[in-house]
Structure formats: structure tokens, C-alpha cells
């Protein structure tokens, strides 16, 4: 796994963490919740996006 594919990972939990605690917090329909949503939607489309370069990347090396 490449370098920034692991550091995406880690920050995916790290929101993840912090989606839970603004539920907990606030609600599950709270704007703090919706946001740190989002953040972490960007995040895994992040990393799906990097993990599909590296395939296609190793397809087109063999």
C-alpha cells in the first residue's frame, strides 16, 4: 500500500471518530454531524479514487 493511501486510511477513522462524537454530541440531524458527513464522504472518495489509479497502474505495468 502506498504511502498516501495509508494516510487517507488513518484519516478516514480519525473522521470517523469525529462523526460519532458530533452525534453523539448533537444529534444525528445536527449541522455538525451533516459536515463532519461530508468530510469523511470526501475522504473515502479519496481514497477509492487513489486505490483505482494504483490498479490501473499495475494492469497496465503487467
Do not use: H, P, W
Amino acid at each position: 500500500m502506498f504511502f498516501k493511501q495509508k494516510a487517507i486510511l488513518i484519516c478516514i477513522e480519525d473522521l470517523r471518530q469525529e462523526m460519532y462524537k458530533a452525534m453523539s454530541a448533537y444529534g444525528i440531524d445536527s449541522l455538525q454531524t451533516l459536515s463532519a458527513s461530508q468530510k469523511l464522504d470526501i475522504a473515502i472518495n479519496e481514497y477509492y479514487r487513489l486505490k483505482r489509479n494504483v490498479e490501473s497502474l499495475e494492469i497496465a505495468v503487467s
